[in-house]
């Protein structure tokens, strides 16, 4: 969980695992998040979603959830990530220091 505080409210970043997802709460209210699918055989997390409110765009609420949850795949170890959220792809992109965790080709 992150928090990061600004002039348009504090941001609470949380993973919320039964509803596959990682979601950011400005002042307790959700604004956005970035959904997942865990995939076996090879060991994958797909991020197929991510969604700002309109309400809360423009204030790095989905750069703050993505990093969040990209932070928790490293930390765990245990997945490789399919980014088919364009969002996702342009993440990884920007800091190719997380290339380790994008899946290759055969989905390793």
């Known amino acids: 969980m992150s928090d990061s ?22 002042d307790g209210v ?4 970035a959904e997942y699918v865990l995939v076996e055989d090879p060991a994958r997390i797909v991020f197929p979603h ?17 990093a969040a949850a990209l932070a928790w795949v490293r930390d765990t170890g245990e997945r490789r990530v399919v980014p088919q959220c364009w969002f996702v792809a342009r993440h990884l992109e920007q800091h190719p220091e997380l290339g380790d965790l994008v899946a290759g080709p055969s989905g390793t």
């Open 30 to 33: 959700e604004a956005g998040f």
């Open 50 to 66: 991510t969604v700002t409110h309109p309400a809360y765009g423009g204030r790095g609420v989905a750069s703050q959830v993505v």
């Open 5 to 26: 505080g600004g002039p348009h409210g504090t941001v609470q970043v949380r993973h919320e695992p039964e509803q596959w997802r990682w979601a950011a709460y400005v």
